[in-house]
């Protein structure tokens, strides 16, 4: 193996004065094999162009191993390399299709890591295909042997590649035109228990939690079509009970259909079915893949539908920090690959997330332009070219009482998700509803008076809740369940490092 | 009398708590005044969900600067309507925003008749729905009388 262990390297401190690439042609075709950085992965004065993707990974490479080495394995494995020296490659103007490491960095507090920076040219990628990227960015590199564990943490997409997708077919601003819902957070419950309802009792959880002030219900990411439960029968009584309270409220109601299904034409013929009954959304879950998704983004823009996506199984690759994909690298492939509604952690919750880590995925969901900001782990300026933007979708564990940390984490443009802090409130699923949606204005009006809610939102809600007893029963019920356990993906940053950028 | 839990139609930013005053009116106009936001005014005798374009009370006030022009408007509006829906609207021309960021009720009418919902049984299980304003029941002169 040409990447074999070399004397005297840490792994925590990136060497550039080893060999460095071939330019002789003859010795650099020659049959056989050789080091990486040999072949041209690696190119340290190399300025990126302003159409090249730029990866940012995190690698963990093997005891021994170079960083530089590693690095410019990563680049080879996720461009054109195989193993072994091609004659082939001279047939073409390969030096342009060579990915190129030009950057390697210690990470900071997590010896035997690096960071290393990879320009990608724009003619390696298909236009408009986020299936076509991941296979080269997340394809076989993953498995790398020399490699103890690699992470793709962040990536630079260049405006010319932007430009090649449609993006959300709905996006969050005309999402509120549709639904003239505007200036504070939208508001939505799943449906529980996730599994086992009738048709029948379905919708009227439904019908309860959206008469009582919710503006969206919400499938579970695992209520596809069941024997207790078949798809067509959920989807009339959901649409009876949407139509039913929005005559009784004035206003525009949703729940989200899970259209997900084993085959495409299966989730196109429940989709159609969710637009003859007037649904204004329909959701897909990220276990579908990027084919799908980018196919139902574009049936949903040819039917003036919201997509909502839920993002089931990305844990088992974004969660550990050592090796797999942030999820802000997944937020934007899945806006460039067009869905409208995207859950993206809640901080507070139940699952998984560092306030900070989850607002930098919120940005890229709803930033025009996303700014580097290192201790949010944002790690390139990104130029999204006017591309729609996405509505984050704060689900899973959250209640009434944390009603001014989600509003000062997250602002206004964001679906708040209390399913069992609907479901479970004790004097009904109505009376639920009508806890979060006074705790939801309460905040925002005093916020807009010039309140600090952070302070204060305690006595806020409080005062709220001397005129809503459901309210003050929510609070009695859950007003001090918090979920503190510490976050296992957090950025790693030098904080100067952020000041100086 | 609508049933749900408020007894009326829930639409705005505010609708669940006790009807704003116009101090507290105020206080949200100055919140949009400080981010660059224009503000209007608009009433409509039928809140449908659908009705998008209630009418407008005046050009949007996108060389106000100050809450009490603001509110003196809405008294007008109120005055010369003072049984339709009446909203305050605030729009942002932010590029990439360029739409209504806030809006919220700031009258109704003494009763709210609310709305049917129409249930056209078609073929098989399916229904259409349509929602109808029990207002529109009279025609648009003799309406809020």
């Known amino acids: ?501 | 009398m609508m049933t749900n839990p408020v007894g009326r139609i829930t639409q705005g930013q505010f609708s669940f708590l006790p009807e704003l005053t116009d101090a507290e009116i105020a206080l949200q106009i100055d919140y949009g005044l400080k981010r660059g936001y224009a503000w209007s005014i608009e009433y409509t005798d039928d809140p449908h969900p659908r009705n998008t374009y209630w009418e407008m009370f005046g050009m949007p006030m996108f060389d106000l600067q100050d809450a009490a022009g603001v509110l003196l408007e809405l008294q007008s509006c109120r005055k010369t309507f003072p049984q339709h829906y009446i909203r305050l609207v605030a729009f942002d021309a932010t590029r990439g925003v360029e739409s209504i960021v806030m809006c919220f009720i700031v009258n109704r009418p003494s009763s709210e008749p609310g709305f049917g919902l129409i249930r056209q049984e078609m073929q098989g299980r399916n229904i259409r729905y349509t929602l109808h304003s029990y207002v529109t029941d009279r025609p648009e002169g003799e309406r809020g009388e």
């Open chain 1, 1 to 501: 193996m040409t990447i074999a262990p070399e004397a005297g390297t840490d792994g925590a401190q990136a060497r550039s004065d080893g060999p460095t690439a071939i330019t002789d042609t003859k010795r650099r075709y020659r049959a056989g094999v050789m080091k990486y950085r040999q072949m041209g992965y690696w190119d340290p004065d190399y300025v990126p162009k302003p159409t090249d993707t730029i990866c940012l990974f995190r690698i963990t490479p093997q005891e021994g191993v170079d960083p530089i080495e590693a690095a410019a394995a990563v680049a080879g494995e996720s461009s054109t390399a195989t193993w072994t020296v091609v004659w082939t490659d001279r047939l073409t103007a390969c030096d342009s299709y060579r990915a190129k490491a030009f950057k390697v960095e210690a990470v900071p507090n997590n010896p035997g890591q690096v960071f290393a920076w990879i320009a990608y040219d724009i003619i390696l990628f298909e236009a408009g295909s986020i299936a076509n990227m991941t296979a080269s960015l997340i394809g076989n590199v993953f498995g790398f042997k020399p490699l103890k564990a690699l992470r793709l943490e962040d990536i630079r997409i260049p405006a010319a590649y932007i430009k090649t997708f449609d993006g959300p077919s709905t996006g969050l601003i005309v999402e509120r035109e549709r639904l003239d819902k505007f200036g504070r957070p939208l508001l939505g419950a799943t449906t529980k228990p996730k599994l086992g309802l009738s048709g029948r009792n379905y919708g009227r959880v439904i019908y309860e939690g959206l008469k009582g002030g919710l503006d969206f219900m919400k499938d579970d990411e695992n209520i596809n079509s069941q024997p207790f439960m078949h798809w067509r029968d959920r989807f009339l009584y959901v649409m009876d009970a949407v139509n039913k309270a929005s005559a009784a409220t004035g206003e525009v109601k949703g729940s989200y259909l899970n259209v997900t299904a084993g085959t495409m034409e299966d989730m196109y013929e429940r989709a159609e079915f969710a637009r003859e009954l007037g649904s204004v959304v329909v959701m897909i879950d990220l276990v579908v893949g990027w084919t799908a998704i980018q196919s139902m983004s574009r049936w949903a823009r040819r039917n003036d539908m919201i997509l909502h996506m839920h993002r089931a199984g990305h844990g088992t690759y974004t969660r550990q920090k050592s090796h797999g994909i942030s999820f802000r690298v997944i937020a934007k492939w899945l806006r460039l690959a067009g869905v409208d509604h995207l859950h993206a952690g809640t901080a507070v919750g139940k699952l998984e997330g560092d306030p900070l880590t989850v607002q930098g995925y919120y940005n890229v969901c709803r930033d025009s332009f996303t700014h580097q900001d290192l201790p949010r782990g944002i790690f390139f300026d990104q130029d999204w070219c006017d591309i729609r933007k996405v509505m984050p979708v704060a689900s899973g564990g959250i209640h009434a009482g944390q009603m001014h940390q989600l509003l000062d984490l997250f602002g206004d443009d964001v679906v708040l998700q209390f399913g069992g802090g609907t479901i479970g409130h004790p004097a009904g699923i109505q009376a639920g509803a009508v806890a979060n949606r006074v705790a939801l204005e309460a905040m925002v009006k005093a916020r807009n008076e010039g309140r600090d809610i952070r302070a204060e939102g305690e006595e806020i809600l409080r005062q709220a809740a001397r005129f809503c007893r459901p309210l003050q029963q929510a609070l009695d019920t859950w007003g001090d369940v918090t979920f503190n356990y510490a976050p296992t993906d957090t950025s790693d940053f030098t904080p100067t490092a952020a000041v100086a950028h």
